[in-house]
């Protein structure tokens, strides 16, 4: 009976290293998938913004020369500013956004 106790023992301090080495493991591997994931969003964010900057630049392209623009175009345009805007975009868009705003819009058809 005597020799079960050290037995036990040696057995039960086993398993603890292992559990501890198993969630040293896991926590390290959640914490590299947590950084990939950031890295993998902030990369998603900076292409949505790119896109919604180049739809800017082609309405304006599109409308610069235009006296007036459709009710309906300049609801599209206004929501990709909004939404440009979320996404902390610079001031170039900005100053797109801002020059369509100071046309007319042109009369709705009745």
């Known amino acids: 009976m005597n020799w079960i106790t050290p037995f036990f023992t040696a057995i039960l301090s086993g398993l603890a290293g292992w559990l501890i080495a198993d969630l040293r493991s896991l926590s390290k591997k959640y914490i590299e ?17 790119c896109l919604l900057h180049s739809k800017l630049f082609d309405f304006y392209a599109e409308y610069k020369d235009t006296p007036t623009l459709p009710t309906q175009t300049w609801k599209e345009i206004d929501r990709v500013y909004e939404a440009y805007h979320a996404l902390d975009g610079n001031g170039t868009g900005s100053r797109i956004y801002e020059a369509l705003k100071t046309k007319p819009l042109e009369p709705e058809d009745k």
């Open 33 to 49: 998938s947590q950084k990939t994931n950031a890295t993998e969003a902030d990369a998603i964010k900076d292409g949505v913004r």
